[in-house]
């Protein structure tokens, strides 16, 4: 079994529509965990991470842990087609240097 | 440098052939990370360094594989008698410290096609 499970998509949706990505994760030292967004050709690039369980905002995007599920969401309102990418979420125990662990990835896709 | 830079951007060897990838972290960073993206998915860890150190090598394969991060050098990934399932993306990353919340810049990554 893997340690984060993430569904691969693609995932098409009309601009404007509310967007929502999860991963499910099995490790319960995992404290941090993140969103990336990796465009084509290109390196994946932080867009949100958080500590805790709850939510976390920041602009159009709101960033959902819930640790005794073991559930992580991102939600994007108001898409753009310039959010179309691939979205990673990703953990990381609470250590030093400690490795993140990606999910596998959505590839997302929003209709002008 | 102010971005993590990868050499080559493509890579293409024969079967059993040799690869050498190059990372040069941003300039002050301690902490260099690296990937392997098989398929445009699946980002699997093969190992960091802490400066030239060693840190964590327990997603490396045992065989073939092999990385170095000396003084003054970029820092290198190679793998000896490439094999077909090595083909993937394979992306760097450095960040300033080793703190759990601290952002990892990737490079664009190094495509390495065994043929």
């Known amino acids: 079994q893997k340690e984060v499970e993430q569904d691969p998509g693609p995932l098409s949706v009309p601009e404007g529509a509310i967007v929502s990505l999860n991963c499910t994760y099995s490790?319960?030292?995992?404290?941090?965990f993140m969103w990336y967004r990796q465009y084509s050709r290109k390196g994946p690039e932080l867009l949100m991470y958080t500590y805790s369980s709850g939510n976390k905002e920041d602009g159009r995007f709101t960033a959902q842990v819930d640790k005794s599920s073991k559930y992580i969401s991102l939600f994007i309102r108001d898409s753009q087609p310039s959010d179309s990418a691939t979205y990673l979420c990703a953990m990381r125990v609470y250590s030093s240097a400690s490795k993140i662990i990606f999910g596998s990835g959505t590839r997302l896709s929003i209709r002008p | 440098g102010e971005e993590v830079a990868q050499t080559p951007k493509h890579l293409v060897r024969g079967e059993g052939q040799k690869a050498k990838l190059y990372c040069a972290p941003i300039k002050g960073h301690s902490y260099v990370f690296w990937y392997q993206q098989v398929l445009k998915n699946e980002f699997k860890f093969l190992i960091s360094f802490q400066n030239e150190n060693v840190f964590d090598e327990t997603g490396m394969p045992k065989e073939r594989f092999s990385a170095k991060c000396l003084p003054n050098s970029p820092c290198s990934l190679e793998i000896q008698a490439t094999k077909l399932e090595d083909s993937a993306v394979y992306f760097c990353?450095?960040?300033?410290?080793?703190?759990?919340?601290?952002?990892?810049?990737f490079g664009s990554g190094t495509q390495l096609s065994v043929l």
């Open positions: 990353a450095s960040s300033l410290t080793g703190a759990t919340n601290e952002k990892l810049f």
């Open positions: 490790n319960s030292a995992f404290q941090y």
